[in-house]
């Protein structure tokens, strides 16, 4: 359908963009980023680098290959789903107005927050959405009654085919 493109394709804008901010601007990502995969780092009880440069550039790396699947249709749940966390770390880590101190940056922080929490929707719709096709729940429960169905009417059937069988038989029989 024309409308999925259409809107896969403008959303997956956003995470095309975002991926060439992080290897155009890493350093200046790496700087924002680096409290957050501090903390990661340290409340993780397994290896986790602490290397924000790193991280940034695996999340740009990962928004730029989902993004371009998600766009060109290819694996639209898959990609959407693998979106959906980079979105969030995205704007814990750029967009934290809670923690900024001038009016000025915490408004305009706290616009992209928000605008970044509309398109973790937009994401988690894309990753939901069948494409007019009916999902797995929908399909095994329709089948479950589809078959209660057809047993109830074959059960019917054979009762009254029995009862008929039985009735020949009583005439067949001399009297």
Not at 77 to 99: C, E, I, K, Q
């Amino acid at each position: 359908m024309p409308i999925r493109r259409i809107a896969r394709a403008a959303l997956a804008s956003y995470f095309l963009n975002e991926a060439a901010k992080a290897f155009k601007n890493t350093q200046s990502q790496a700087e924002e980023a680096a409290p957050f995969v501090e903390f990661v780092s340290r409340e993780s009880g397994k290896k986790v680098p602490n290397d924000p440069e790193l991280v940034v550039k695996a999340q740009g790396a990962l928004m730029g290959g989902a993004g371009a699947a998600l766009a060109l249709g290819k694996f639209p749940r898959l990609s959407a789903a693998l979106l959906t966390p980079t979105v969030g770390a995205n704007a814990y880590m750029h967009d934290a107005f809670w923690a900024e101190k001038d009016p000025a940056a915490r408004g305009r922080k706290q616009s992209n927050f928000f605008r970044t929490v509309a398109i973790v929707g937009g994401v988690l719709l894309a990753a939901a959405d069948t494409a007019g096709k009916p999902g797995l729940a929908w399909r095994a429960s329709h089948g479950v009654k589809t078959s209660r169905r057809e047993a109830a009417r074959a059960a019917k059937t054979a009762r009254r085919e029995a009862k008929l069988l039985a009735a020949q038989a009583g005439n067949a029989l001399p009297a």
